[in-house]
C-alpha cells in the first residue's frame, strides 16, 4: 500500500516558478519499487500526465508541452517526489495530483495506468 500527499502548491503569478512535493507512506515495500507521476486536472479538463520518473530517478518522461519548464526529481531516501515548475503560464492553473505504480508494471504513460494517486494540490497561475 502507498499513500501519497502532495504539498507546495498555491497562487503564483503567470511566469513565476514553484515546486510542489509529494511524500509517500509505503508498506510492504520501499518507495524506490514505484514509478511516480505528476497528473493534473485544469477546470472542465479531463486529467493528463504531466511527467513520470522511474523508481531509481534515472528515467524521466515529459508531455511535450511541458518539456523544458517543468522538472520531475524524487529522493527515495525521504521517499519523497518533486516536481519544479518554471515559466508558468495561466494554462497551467489545475490541481496536481501525484501518482505511483509498482516497479513491475513498467513506466505509465497514461493517467489510468496509476494505482495510488493523493489528494492534489491546487496551483493556479494568474496573468
Known amino acids: 500500500q502507498v499513500q501519497l500527499v502532495e504539498s507546495g502548491g498555491g497562487l503564483v503569478q503567470a511566469g513565476g516558478s514553484l515546486r510542489v512535493s509529494c511524500t509517500a507512506s509505503?508498506?510492504?515495500?520501499?518507495?524506490?519499487?514505484?514509478?511516480t507521476a505528476w497528473i493534473r486536472q485544469a477546470p472542465g479538463k479531463e486529467r493528463e500526465l504531466v511527467t513520470a520518473i522511474s523508481p531509481g530517478g534515472s528515467s524521466t518522461y515529459y508531455t511535450d508541452s511541458m518539456k523544458g519548464r517543468f522538472a520531475v526529481s524524487r529522493d527515495n531516501a525521504k521517499n519523497t517526489v518533486y516536481l519544479q515548475m518554471n515559466s508558468l503560464k495561466p494554462d497551467d492553473t489545475a490541481v496536481y495530483y501525484c501518482?505511483?505504480?509498482?516497479?513491475?508494471?513498467?513506466?505509465?504513460?497514461?493517467?489510468?495506468?496509476?494505482?495510488?494517486w493523493g489528494r492534489g494540490t491546487q496551483v493556479t497561475v494568474s496573468s
Open positions: 501518482a505511483a505504480r509498482l516497479y513491475t508494471l513498467g513506466l505509465g504513460l497514461a493517467r489510468t495506468d496509476y494505482t495510488y
Open positions: 509505503v508498506s510492504g515495500r520501499t518507495f524506490s519499487n514505484y514509478y
